[in-house]
């Protein structure tokens, strides 16, 4: 996976917006749409005003500089070398660190809330238990998971993920399937919420998708759990 993502490091972006091109909109609304997320349900689901954050599999920190004035302490780890010296290069504030891709580089009960934003289906499904556990290792207790991810029963992911270059060997895997994950690594309080289902950034639309993330054919979804 280090070789992987180590060559597209320079056109990451590039990369990812001719994958979603069909759908007319532009990479920056679906980052968006996932800060958007994460601040829901740090109102909902933490104490914190502004939680400690490890992004996990962070790539170049495209999300990062949606996140000011959201959390505290930023970091981000990465098993691709090149791709974090470009984060650091934008976003000089946040903690970058490299890791092996099983063994988190912080100690227990680190953060308050720790997230993976579409890094999963590049993982072995043999190893998804492991990860699992390791976010749930460097959370503090009452802090929370969250696990972002492709819906595979979205007909428009899938076709993203097939133009997708760097997800050629990409196994997608389900807000069931990553719910019972959480679910026997000691998790709590699990749900998921689906988003990303109307294709328009407009209020109307966007109160539209909050009810209806219940519903299971949203392009992506968020799975989370309380430490």
């Known amino acids: 996976m280090t070789e992987l993502f180590d060559g597209y490091h320079d056109n990451y972006r590039d990369v990812v ?9 532009p990479h ?11 601040r ?25 500089p949606l996140l000011h004035g959201m959390v505290g302490r930023l970091s981000g780890i990465d098993v691709s070398s090149a791709s974090l010296a470009q984060a650091r290069a ?16 912080f100690a227990d009960a680190s ?8 890094v999963m289906h590049h993982i072995v499904p043999a190893q998804w238990a492991q990860f699992i556990a390791e976010m749930r290792r460097v959370t503090r207790p009452g802090g929370l998971v969250c696990v972002i991810e492709h819906n595979p029963y979205n007909p428009l992911t899938r076709l993203a993920v097939a133009r997708c270059e760097f ?13 019972k994950l959480m679910a026997a690594s000691g998790l709590r309080e699990i749900g998921a919420r689906h988003f990303l289902l109307l294709p328009w950034d407009s209020k109307p639309a966007r109160r539209l998708e909050d009810a209806l993330s ?11 759990g309380t430490a």
């Open 214 to 224: 219940g519903v299971w054919l949203g392009g992506q979804y968020a799975a989370f």
């Open 28 to 38: 920056d609304f679906f980052m968006r749409a996932k800060a958007d997320l994460l």
């Open 17 to 25: 917006q001719s994958s979603i091109d069909f759908s007319g909109l």
């Open 167 to 179: 997800d050629r060997d990409a196994v997608l895997l389900g807000a069931g399937t990553t719910r």
């Open 111 to 118: 953060f308050d809330l720790v997230t993976t934003i579409c």
């Open 40 to 64: 829901d349900l740090i109102a909902q689901r933490l104490q914190v005003e502004k939680p400690d954050m490890l992004d996990v599999g962070c790539g170049v920190g495209s999300l990062h």
């Open 90 to 105: 934008r976003n000089g504030e946040v903690d970058y660190r490299e890791f092996d891709g099983r063994t988190f580089p």
